[in-house]
């Protein structure tokens, strides 16, 4: 922003004043927040359950997959 002559906080300011008077502009910020919080929470969740299952399969006495023979 140096190119600009807009310090950071003029900047954020700008955004703000902008997307609070724009009921347009406000709606669409919240739905691409929601969409990418939704997306980031998904995958979260999901890396949490990966890394869940792998200590699990680790711990003494987990469950072992079905061997040659058993059924599950």
Not at 31 to 47: N, R, T, Y
Not at 57 to 62: C, E
Request: aromatic share 2%; proline share 8%; hydrophobic share 50%.
């Amino acid at each position: 922003m140096a190119e600009t002559g807009i310090t950071p906080a003029e900047a954020i300011d700008l955004v703000v004043t902008n997307v609070l008077s724009d009921p347009i502009t406000l709606v669409l910020v919240l739905l691409g927040a929601l969409f990418v919080g939704g997306a980031s929470a998904v995958l979260g969740l999901l890396s949490l359950g990966a890394v869940a299952e792998q200590l699990g399969q680790l711990a003494p006495g987990g469950r072992s997959p079905p061997g040659p023979g058993e059924r599950s």
